[in-house]
């Protein structure tokens, strides 16, 4: 997975292959398949090495502090790494490091009293605007531009000047904060 990351941190997330990866390694694609059987499961591996990145440890005691530190964490985890929110998109990892953000988030989600379905469904949630914002924000420079044409939509050109606003962390914080109330 070290090589795996090092040439997703590289080159992105069209390069990483199994014949990369081997070519890196100076191995043949048999040793690197031996470990990931598909290019799937090579995808569902290096997404839980990158979410492997989130810290559990020093969590803030309430639960809505600890919730949010856990989604911040998350978002720098996938940050960390070039594409990181593209690769982990594109996953259905349940690894050993992904269970472990969704039992700390979910135990958090819990303790503040939500039921069960709002915990596991406020959990997806924070997770699919994490991602969907942090791939934006990877992806490179906003589509959305004070030049925006949005053409004889009123309601577009009212909020134009905020949907151009290219501050990621405000956005985050904000969608968070949302998710969270």
Known sequence: MRTALA???EHGAAAVS???IAERLGVHMNAVLWHAK??????ELMADAIVGGVRLDGLPAGWRE???????RYRRALLAH????????GTYAAEPATLDVAEALIGAL?????????AAWTCWS????TLGLTQEEQAGPS????????????ALRRVLPHLTVDSFDERFEYGLARLLS
Do not use: H, K, N, W
């Open 110 to 118: 819990l303790d503040g009293g939500r039921p069960e379905r709002d």
């Open 66 to 72: 600890r919730a949010a530190e856990i989604v911040r």
């Open 38 to 43: 598909s290019r799937a499961r090579l995808g």
């Open 126 to 129: 924070l997770v699919y605007f």
């Open 18 to 20: 199994i014949r990369a």
């Open 7 to 9: 040439i997703l941190d």
């Open 143 to 154: 589509r959305f531009t004070p030049e925006l044409q949005v053409g004889d939509r009123p």
């Open 82 to 89: 070039r594409d990181g929110a593209a690769v982990v998109t």
